[in-house]
């Protein structure tokens, strides 16, 4: 069970995070939340799709790392097989928290740096340590503060460029479904796409808006980030 606390330099002064990509460090997830701010990162190395929050209903993007529960592809002796590795994976263990009232939205003043203590990733042993002798952050905990203030940044300019996309229609689910060199047929179920037909008709404010805010060119990405599936198939196959 996870157990956040609040980072302390005085506190935490010797613990170090082991950063290695491994299923014992909890990284074999077939799917991983992205934000569209890391589509341009994204669209080179992973399939782009949209996922519904089983607990929710909400719609979220994200990338695409296996076929079934469990499964993570990009997964090679304890290496992550991509240049680019999805924010939300990066920053493990850490996690923004909220110093304010139930449901207040994440800023700049209102956030600090919270630790999961029950990480087999965390110990005093091995791996990146966090506080140098004077207590000051070393670099990788600079770098994990980063990219924890992406995460602050872009989480609510994805969700409105979900919310754009719902208001045009233009998300539709679809089905994957593909045949292994060993004769089984997969598929995966559950997913959603970018209407391309109703994009292209796209015209007017809506056009201008969606260009404006950089709204046609994430679609474009996510579009072309499907010749990604190719790959994991092959991976599949050679597994």
Known sequence: MSKFTILDPKQHKDLQVITDRDVTYGD????????????????????????????????????????????????QDKNWQAR?????????????GIQGNDGEQATQDNTVVTIDLASSRVNKKEGQALFDDNGNATPYLEKISQALAKLVHGSPRTEQFIQALLDNDLIMPIQLAFPLSNGEKKSFNGI??????????????????????????????????????????????NQ
């Open 192 to 237: 959603y796409n970018i209407d391309e037909e109703k994009l292209a008709s796209l015209s007017g404010e809506a056009l201008q808006s969606f260009h404006k805010k950089g709204y046609l060119q994430a679609c474009h990405l996510i579009l072309a980030s499907f010749g990604q599936i190719q790959k994991l198939i092959d991976w599949k196959n």
């Open 28 to 75: 074999n997830h077939h799917f991983v939340p992205v934000l569209a701010d890391e589509l341009r990162a994204l669209v080179a190395e992973y399939p782009v799709c949209f996922l519904k929050d089983n607990q929710t209903g909400k719609l979220g993007i994200s990338a695409l790392t296996g076929f079934e529960q469990g499964e993570n592809l990009y997964l």
């Open 84 to 96: 680019y590795i999805p924010l939300h994976v990066y920053r493990q263990p850490f996690m923004v």
